[in-house]
């Protein structure tokens, strides 16, 4: 094993699988992915379901087929990679950051990278913080914990089924566990919007007679060894239970898909600075995050709805990589910094240096609620230069933009770059 | 003037889906509107008409390292069709080395549809 290397990706997912095969393509040599897993491909391995790869390859693929596509890419490349080795630490010492990693072959190593490249996907909100009182029975789980059960070790979580959360992966586990032949007896969603594709509601739950009840929480969980059943109730406008709205459904599962997190215990250990909304790191144009020659992308830089987006967000973060371990970058003169307006909750990158823009920059963005019939405008200082009529945005479907370099060179003195929705006034 | 029945579907072709309005005339024709492609027009029409939809699942393997692999219909069947569908693959169990789209059961159901593998298993 090669203990120097230039880049270092941490994650073989759909990220890090990406962002290897841009790196390489892009001339960088010496490259190295570390997976945790037994095999590469990450969540893909899990995520049976179609729909994956009508951006990436224009054809609609199963998850383990999008990522055999990249997984062929890296070995075919002959970019190296080590399974079943975990991550568990990562420093920075001038030009060089050194990755302390474990497996059972090597033991405790560290290896020595000009760049790294953060790509360690994210995590299921568990019980734990959603605050639902109650013993803890066998019977609960995370949806995501269920797919892996049900998809790759082919084992069934339980017979009669509550879903508490709309998140995507939630819609699919309902359909999955119904094909499955389990009683899916409700999705709760507390909010009253779904977070998750309107695509997957049709053809997850209405086609199976599932019913979706919008904002509406679960408040109990009955049962002592298993679950015995849950308690569901109305939520007000404030997310909290409504009295008298209670009803009791009795079921032996409870899946939960109420969010996701990026997984960023690395990322903070190294002096990585976060971004509150996203918990995930702040990142400039190249989606270098605030330790110089440390890029993330993927899910553990933001959480995304579609794998193409990822894939296309890791292929920049391994080209970047690849220009910062071949030093030579253009120098940071002309710095911009994003900001978000009515709706808007985030964007990324957050900070742009308009010198290492190619010729034009993508702006991934979340909104806050459901908007319709608004305007998508972006302001350079205070000057609207995009204006675009959006029919319907939605919080649980990520929206992005394109700014042009030759835009921004017109604005010499841009400062800030304000992404917002407003309604006609 | 003609009545007419109109109706809204999410299509489910792609992530973006487009809410799609469509119309029937009462000499049978469809209007579609609201769609961004031409995968919609074709899905709106069969969903009003013949609905169908690509299933995805796993078949038993015995003695590979995962007791799973998963499986796809090469192309949507239709919609009554699925159960159906799931329940053959049910009764089936499959031995290692399968490749990544190799034929797992022909004609499932007698859908003239076959079942294909979506994983490699050593």
Known sequence: MDKRVDILIVGGGPAGLAAAVAAKKSGADRILILERDEELGGILNQCIHNGFGLHTFKEELTGPEYASRYIWQ??????PYLLQTIVIDISASEAVKLVTAINKENGIFTIEAKAVVLAMGCRERSRGALNIPG??????YSAGTAQRYVNMEGRMPGKEVVVLGSGDIGLIMARRMTLEGAKVKMVAELMPYSGGLKRNIVQC????????KLSHTVIDIDGRERVKGVTVAEADENRK??????????????????????????????????????????????????????FACGNVLHVHDLVDYVSEEACSAGEHAAAYARGGRPAEEHKVTLKCAGGVRYTVPSLICVERIDKEQVVRF???????????????????????KKRVLLPGEMEQIKLKKVEMEKFPDLKTITVAIEREG | MASMDKKELICICCPIGCVITVT?????????????????????????????RIVTTTVRVRGASRPVVPVKTKCDIPKDKV?????ALKEIEVTPPIRLGETIVANVADTGVDIVATKAVE
């Open chain 1, 241 to 294: 239970p409504i009295p008298g709205t209670e009803e009791y459904i009795s079921c032996d599962t409870l899946l939960l898909s109420c969010g996701l997190i990026p997984e960023n215990e690395l990322s903070v250990g190294l002096g990585v600075s976060l971004n509150p909304v996203t918990a995930g790191p702040v990142v400039n144009e190249s989606l270098e995050t605030s330790v110089e020659g440390v």
């Open chain 1, 74 to 79: 890296v070995e075919e490349l002959g970019i």
């Open chain 2, 83 to 87: 159960m159906e569908c799931i329940k």
């Open chain 1, 205 to 212: 739950l209405e086609d199976y007679g599932i019913p979706l």
């Open chain 1, 366 to 388: 979340r909104v806050g609620s459901v908007y319709k019939d608004v305007f998508l405008t972006v302001y350079y200082n205070n000057t609207v230069v995009i204006k675009q």
């Open chain 2, 24 to 52: 029937s005339h009462e000499d049978g024709t469809l209007d579609v509107k609201g769609n961004s492609c031409k995968r919609g027009e074709e899905y709106a029409n069969k969903e009003l008409t013949a609905p169908t």
């Open chain 1, 135 to 140: 013993y803890r029975p066998a019977g609960i």
